[in-house]
């Protein structure tokens, strides 16, 4: 049984000792440990080292910056009903700084951060969940008289690798949509210097940032990522090619509307929008909520949140395929298509129409079939 | 002729009629070989490819027909799938060929045929597209081979045929991420929108090609029909007739030997010339 933050992690104790402290036996911390090597892809031939890790690391010190963001990350990520040893370990580690879970306010919290990031200087881990808003000097996010911009780029001096989390730090997510008025970027977009890894998705799943401060722990360094910089052990594969639904679509059969037999049967949802074919997520594996559900599971199609600019490259949420702008009303591109092909047929039809006009009236005349001439003569003769 | 015409007493009108009906055109003819054995397997290739391609592609888009019952006893997209795949693939090797063809071909297959940029070219081009705008054929640069405006539209076909199927392949790709295929292609999502921009293209591609191949078709026959060109068999046997009376933007008649038929070889044009 899992204790409530009773007493923390305090410096100088092993996790392993934090957490028999907490209630946790050694089957329980063996049976996590190989949970986690299975997520990470690395085999359970590496419990063991994961193990190891654990035994003898020391508490590290982590900075949770939150920025221009809703908070959804904080609650996905840390509030769940019953904690598993991984939000248990994610609470633990984020103890230095987080605004939102941090029972003090103001000045002081302030200056518990500034304590925190001067005592560790070069060794913490700094977290971030928000985006960076650039236009107007970064007015858009404030926090303590200090634009968002300037609290990051001063945690990222300090920090040995970046956590962004979310979307919202990964590339700026929904405040980043067209027209993306307060010129919201990521992460990225901010700092250049330090190594960052993108944990995608709005908001993104616990275990996976779980699974990244185990391998932080276990091998010292941040996991593979993908050309978006995300994690390789959670991000290397499309929702498509996991989803539960997939054997329906191989085999033709798809919802068409919400309340239809196909809905109801599980079929696939690719008609209805879904964006599993052009998402990269681990949803299908690692579910939602201690592995209860997953939209695609709920019977609703997914909305490609793991992937930049989602909500202008994936909408219409409901439609397979993009709109195409430059007309008043926006088209869809079968109709655009469509429309375009009996133009063209109709334009053909048009000019053959004409062509055969004008034709006939040019052989009649200039082209008359002579009855009889000496020249035909001597040809057929 | 005249004579048992006018044996036949009064069937001069209806032999009047019967010309019309078979009518033809007069002149001397010659024959000319213009298109290469690949160049014509692979078009027909091609033109199979991008027709089931287009048929699938469809069917992946927006699934047409679906099936009832468990999963397990059908594999419809699966299917439909695979031929599109396969169709691709089969493109792709018919436009391997089409591109060393573009170097060893004759003077109508070659690189610069594809290109016609010479003033006169232009002038050919406005010329050809004035003619078929204001119905006068008559008006119509004559050519051999293509016309500067049948070059430019197959080369756009080309550059159309390469945008599908990049995005094609950048699509497929993406269900093996770290392989030969998927690693090729992805610098071109983050460019084009993500993946749904490279749908989107791709999609909108489709349409396109049924718009060209509307065009196509229209003008090919038509060709036949006012030009008495006979280009749609030059596609099937290789070759048509072109009026010795007239001359030629592409072709001078008179420096090609010619060779006797029907035991003499067809020479081709663009190596003699």
Redesign the interface.
Known sequence: MIMPSAHQWVEGETLVQHFESRGISRREFMEFCGEMAVILGIGSAATPRIAEAFEAAKRPSVIWLQLQECTGCVESVLRTESPTIGDLLLDVISLDYNHTLMAGAGAAVEKAKQAAMSANKGKYLLVVTGSVPLKEDGMYTVIGGRTAKTVLEEAASGAAAILALGACAHWGSVQAARPNPTGAVGVRDVIKNKPILNIAGCPPIGDVVTATVVHYLTFGRLPAVDGEGRPLFAYGKRIHDQCSRRAHFDAGQFVETFDDEGARKGWCLYEVGCKGPATFSPCPIFMWNARTSWPIGAGHPCLGCTEPHFWDTMTPFYGRLPDVGGFPVEERADTIGLALAIGAAAGIAAHGAATVFTQIRRRRSTNQVPESTSEEESHNG | ??TR?GALGGA?GM??RV??VF?RE?GNFTWVYLWSAPIRAMHWIAAACILSLILTGFYI???Y????GE????????R?RFVHFAAAAVLVMTGIVRAYWLMVGNQFERLPALFPVTGKNISNLVKTAGS?LT????KQPNFVGHNPMQQWSYTAVYVMAVVTVVTGFTLYG??A??SVIFRAF?WLP?LL?????I??IH??M??AF??FI??HV?FAI?SD??ERAGVVSSIITGGRYISTDHSYEDYDIAKVPSHPWPTGEHRTPGKGA
């Open positions: 002729m005249t015409v001069r032999l009047g010309q019309r009518a007069r888009g927006r699934p027909f679906a099936t009832s999963a397990s006893a059908h594999f419809l997209m699966g439909v078929y119905f006068r054929p008559d993406q269900s991420p770290g992805s983050p929108g993500g993946l749904q921009g749908r989107v999609h909108l489709t349409w049924i718009i509307e065009m229209y038509r029909y006012v």
